[in-house]
């Protein structure tokens, strides 16, 4: 697998050691997932960058935390061959904000919002039906407590 973590922010200070943070959710996710032969892309930016990108592509205005580019619809890879499952997109901004509302740390937050968008990339989909929502927060709750479970060793 391939992690690449860019960030594309002028305004957004970028606190230290999280883009190594962020490879390491991703790494995680992706090994207890059982998802091999991937490539998977996180931007961190800031509120206005993902403002701009949720109005052109969702039609919705204003910030949200995190936003997922998907570039299959088939089943996840299984040759020999990396292909890339896609981008997340992540508003530092808003996720500082969302953690001192949840009384949860920077990291705390990013790895929900990293979770999130990665499940995003395999298939899940929250917006479809009150069903989906159910099968998507369920299994962002058995890895964000799989992940919690790895950390506290």
């Not at 997922?68 to 990396?82: C, T, V, W």
Request: contains cysteine.
């Amino acid at each position: 697998m391939a992690i690449k973590v860019n960030v594309e922010s002028e305004h957004t200070a970028v606190p230290r050691g999280i883009t190594i943070f962020c490879k390491k959710i991703i790494a995680f996710t992706l090994n207890y997932l059982e998802i091999n032969n991937v490539i998977v892309t996180v931007i961190l930016t800031d509120d206005e960058t993902i403002a701009h990108i949720n109005k052109t592509y969702r039609q919705k205005e204003g910030p949200t935390d995190v936003i997922s580019f998907a570039y299959r619809e088939a089943p996840m890879p299984q040759g020999a061959i990396k292909e890339h499952l896609g981008d997340i997109f992540i508003s530092l901004d808003t996720a500082q904000r969302q953690a001192g509302e949840y009384g949860v740390t920077l990291k705390e937050e990013l790895m929900r919002l990293l979770v999130h968008g990665l499940l995003h990339l395999i298939g899940y989909d929250h917006e479809q039906s009150a069903y989906k929502k159910r099968i998507m927060q369920k299994k962002e709750e058995e890895v964000m407590e799989k992940i919690f479970g790895q950390l506290l060793k």
